[in-house]
């Protein structure tokens, strides 16, 4: 008896309540994405895809130092340099291994001419491990990028504290 009672109680009483909680979020606003269709804005501190970034004028920031490679922990910076028309250095080859990359930002923090920097972008998945290794015209911007709101701060701390010894 107690059980028919316990089923009838379930029918006219819990599957209401549970009703009424679905009803309640019905018309509220929802939490989740339509992703890919809408992607939510990374946190400005967000450390994704590197580019490697220009002066005003167009010239290449980076000379091949290698700092940032002796400061990568995850070694997956290579580069070779070369001299461009004007007899300044540049990279001729630079390539980052985005499978070993831990997207720490040492590279950025160590480089003293802040020509690389670690963008928002993190849709970079592929398919064969060679699309992984990221060349120099793939990270090159073809125009200063000027959407790093912390790029004051990190050149205002390089001022204040001068450049970090990379760890060799
Ligand atoms: S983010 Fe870190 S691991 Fe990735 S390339 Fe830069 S220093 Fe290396
Ligand atoms: S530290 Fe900066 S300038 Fe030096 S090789 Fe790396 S990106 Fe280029």
Redesign the pocket.
């Given at each position: 008896m107690n059980v028919v009672l316990r089923a009838i109680g379930n029918v006219f009483w819990s599957m209401p309540k549970g009703l009424a909680v679905t009803f309640k979020h019905l018309f509220k606003k929802p939490v989740t994405l339509d992703y890919p269709h809408q992607k939510k804005p990374m946190s400005p501190r967000y450390?994704g895809l590197?580019y490697l970034e220009r002066y005003d004028d167009g010239s290449e920031r980076c000379v091949c130092c290698g700092l940032?490679?002796a400061?990568?922990?995850?070694?997956?910076?290579y580069m070779e340099p070369e001299e461009n028309e004007k007899g300044e250095r540049r990279a001729r080859i630079y390539e980052?291994?985005?499978l070993?990359?831990?997207?720490?930002?040492?590279?950025?923090?160590?480089c003293p001419e802040e020509a690389?920097f670690?963008g928002r972008e993190y849709e970079f998945s592929d398919y064969d491990r060679d699309s992984f290794i990221y060349t120099k015209v793939q990270m090159l911007v073809t125009s200063p990028r000027k959407d790093n709101p912390f790029k004051w701060i990190i050149r205002k701390v390089r001022r204040v504290y001068g450049v970090p010894e990379p760890s060799l």
């Open positions: 450390r590197h940032c490679a400061a990568c922990p995850a070694d997956c910076i980052i291994n985005m070993r990359c831990i997207f720490c930002g040492y590279c950025e923090e160590a690389i670690l």
